[in-house]
């Protein structure tokens, strides 16, 4: 599985200025403003950047946020985490393994059955809504 390495002024090109700030930028949405806080449609849920597939609806679950929230990857190989010390906190940060894009952060607070929440931006995210039958 290649890597994708773009310039940013290519990323710019292609993604919305809210997209590139947070993918690019490792900006944050404020909270219940993204598009798919609420969804709840079966389907899969895309790195908005690259198209990697990043999280089922299935592992989705209200948090209570005001973010889309996951309790595990699609794959751990898909999803890459970092230590992030920014804003005089210590997170996880979650990355797009293929393009690294900037997901959010990842938490120990989530539920059963890992335990783990993955807390993303809805801007990072193109959801894919499955087709019935
Ligand atoms: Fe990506």
């Known amino acids: 599985?290649?890597?994708?390495n773009k310039t940013q002024e290519e990323w710019?090109?292609?993604?919305?200025?809210?997209?590139y700030r947070v993918t690019r930028e490792k900006g944050t949405e404020r909270p219940f403003t993204?598009?798919?806080v609420h969804t709840k449609d079966p389907g899969v849920y895309r790195c908005v950047a690259c198209g990697e597939?990043?999280?089922s609806s299935s592992a989705k679950f209200d948090s209570g946020t005001g973010w889309p929230s996951f309790y595990e990857p699609l794959s751990e190989d898909n999803?890459?985490?970092?230590?992030?010390?920014?804003?005089f906190m210590r997170?996880?940060?979650v990355l797009c393994s293929k393009c690294g894009a900037h997901l959010g952060h990842l938490f120990e607070?989530?539920?059963m059955p890992t335990g783990k929440r993955y807390c993303v931006n809805s801007a990072?995210?193109?959801f894919e809504k499955k087709d019935k039958g």
């Open 1 to 4: 599985m290649g890597k994708i």
């Open 12 to 19: 710019k090109k292609e993604l919305t200025p809210e997209q």
């Open 34 to 36: 993204g598009e798919y």
């Open 53 to 55: 597939p990043l999280f």
């Open 79 to 87: 999803v890459s985490t970092e230590e992030d010390t920014s804003l």
């Open 91 to 93: 997170r996880t940060e």
């Open 109 to 111: 607070d989530g539920p």
């Open 124 to 126: 990072s995210l193109k």
